[in-house]
Every structure is written in C-alpha cells, then in structure tokens.
C-alpha cells in the first residue's frame, strides 16, 4: 500500500511512523544510528509496505546494508580507549589501533597494505594541516599512519554516535587535534573546509540511499584535494568485475569538472586522488 494525500504526494500515517520508529529504537543495533537517517528510511519504507511490521523488517534490512554489514553492533569502546592509554609509545599505539581496526570489514580489507596506502596517497601532495573523513568508520585511527604536518586537524563523521563518541576520545589520546560528528553524510555533506577530505569506499553505499548522493557530496565538500576510494571485490572476496564498473561510474560523476585526478590501485581498493580547482 502507497499512502498519497489529495496533491499526489507521499504521506505517511503518523500512528505507523511512531509503532517502525518504537520497534527499530528497541534494538540495540539501530538505536545507535543517526535518528535522522533513521526516521527518513522508516518513512520511504512505511510509504512502500502494506503494514508497520513489513516496513520494519525493510528498513532494519536497509541499515544492515548501509552500516550493519562491515560493523559489529557491540564493540569494546571503553576497553579499547584503556587500552589506548595503557600504550606506553607510538609502536604500541599503532599495534592497538591495529587491532581496533581489525573490527570494521573495509578497514581490515586495507591493513596489509596500510604504509603503502597512504605513502601512495601523500606521495604528490603538499603538506596537509587539516583532514575530514567521511563516512569514517574507524579510519581515523589510521591517521598515524599519514604523513600529516605538524598539529594537523582531524574532522570525522558517521551515522554511529558511540563509534563517533569513542573516536573523538581516541583521537585526543593519540595526539591528534580535531573533532568527531554524529551525522548521516547522503543527507548533510560536512562544511568543514580542509586541505584533505577522504571519501573511502563510502560513495556506493550512500548511493543506496539516494543515488545522487555520491555526486552531491563530491561537489559539496569544501576540500583542495579529495581521495575517493571503491572496492575492487565484494564483502565475500569476489571480484566481478567490480574495478571496472566502478571506475566507469566515478567518470560519470565528475564528468564535467574541471578537476585533476591521479589514480592508485591495491589489492582490495580503487582509488582515485581528485586535485579540485
């Protein structure tokens, strides 16, 4: 059933609305998700199913998609900050957060080849005082692995206030200046002006959402130089041609701007450093 008011527009019974949001605020794996993002795909779902228990079961469906599939619901957040402080240098901060980051699917795709990674990234770039991170997951704590200057500036966000609350905890302990937001990128790009921005693996899964997110947001950030990331295999190792259809779609997205783009490849990743004019 479609709920449409008299002008032809969607509208969505707010008995419904209140019985999806109740039933997703109960689970400890939605509760922690960005209300906003939340309540904006309990109400596309709700306008597409013919009960509030369907349109439930939809969007807990849609958040293991966009969120739910590369992270788990409970995480150690207080155990890892101790264990943050416990590291008596930077040798041993780097081997908890390697550890940490083992936890998120995408960041553990990129641990084998992390000093490359971002030794490839900077390689051309001019020295970097200030970072955002999009859809972040738990990126930022590969920060001590960036060639970053001096007191540079770390800005992260994603739709988890815990993982958002944790990293903003981390990031202090580990040195580095900057600030953590609990938001839902495909609706609210960052206004944050920085040297660097960071868009890893992130533009497919927002596109989920809306399928212009990806474009919008590229256009939105208030960046010198982007690196946007795809995966070149799906979350069970498969490649499928993957590397091409994606390259293929960044073109797309950029097409008619004026921008230098350099392009890496590794193992899992396609990446594409963007030098925005």
Same mark, same amino acid.
């Given at each position: 059933m479609r709920?449409?008011?008299?002008?032809?527009?969607?509208?969505?019974?707010?008995?419904?609305?209140?019985?999806?949001?109740?039933?997703?605020?109960?689970?400890p794996k939605?509760?922690?998700?960005?209300?906003?993002?939340?309540? =904006?795909?309990?109400?596309?779902?709700?306008?597409? =199913? =013919?009960?509030?228990?369907?349109?439930?079961?939809?969007?807990?469906?849609?958040?293991?998609?966009?969120?739910?599939?590369?992270?788990?619901?409970?995480?150690?957040?207080?155990?890892?900050?101790?264990?943050?402080?416990?590291?008596?240098?930077?040798?041993?901060?780097?081997?908890?957060?390697?550890?940490i980051m083992a936890n998120h699917t995408s960041m553990r795709e990129r641990l084998p080849f992390l000093t490359?990674?971002?030794?490839?990234?900077?390689?051309?770039?001019?020295?970097?005082?200030?970072?955002?991170?999009?859809a972040c997951g738990l990126h930022p704590l590969a920060?001590?692995?960036?060639?970053?200057?001096?007191?540079?500036?770390?800005?992260?966000?994603?739709?988890?206030?815990?993982?958002m609350g944790f990293l903003g905890e981390a990031l202090g302990v580990l040195g580095i200046a900057g600030q953590t937001t609990w938001a839902d990128a495909s609706v609210t790009p960052p206004?944050?002006?920085?040297?660097l921005a960071f868009v890893l693996k992130a533009l497919p899964t927002l596109e989920q959402l809306d399928r212009d997110a990806g474009r919008r947001l590229l256009l939105r950030i208030d960046a010198r130089y982007l690196v946007v990331s795809f995966p070149r295999q799906s979350l069970g190792g498969r490649q499928?041609?993957?590397?091409?259809?994606?390259?293929?779609?960044?073109?797309?997205?950029?097409?008619d701007q004026p921008w230098d783009v350099r392009r890496l490849t590794f193992p899992t990743e396609l990446v594409f450093i963007i030098a925005k004019r």
């Open positions: 709920f449409v008011n008299r002008k032809g527009k969607l509208r969505v019974p707010t008995d419904a609305l209140e019985v999806v949001m109740a039933a997703l605020a109960a689970s939605y509760v922690d998700v960005a209300p906003d993002l939340v309540r =904006r795909l309990a109400v596309g779902e709700i306008a597409k =199913r =013919r009960t509030a228990k369907e349109a439930t079961k939809a969007t807990k469906e849609k958040l293991h998609q966009i969120g739910g599939a590369f992270l788990s619901p409970s995480l150690p957040y207080a155990r890892w900050l101790a264990d943050l402080r416990a590291a008596p240098d930077a040798v041993a901060q780097r081997a908890v957060c390697t550890a490359d990674f971002y030794a490839a990234i900077f390689a051309d770039l001019p020295p970097i005082h200030s970072v955002l991170d999009v920060a001590l692995w960036m060639p970053l200057a001096p007191g540079a500036a770390y800005h992260a966000s994603d739709i988890y206030g815990s993982m206004r944050t002006a920085v040297d499928k041609g993957m590397s091409a259809f994606y390259e293929a779609h960044f073109q797309e997205l950029i097409v």
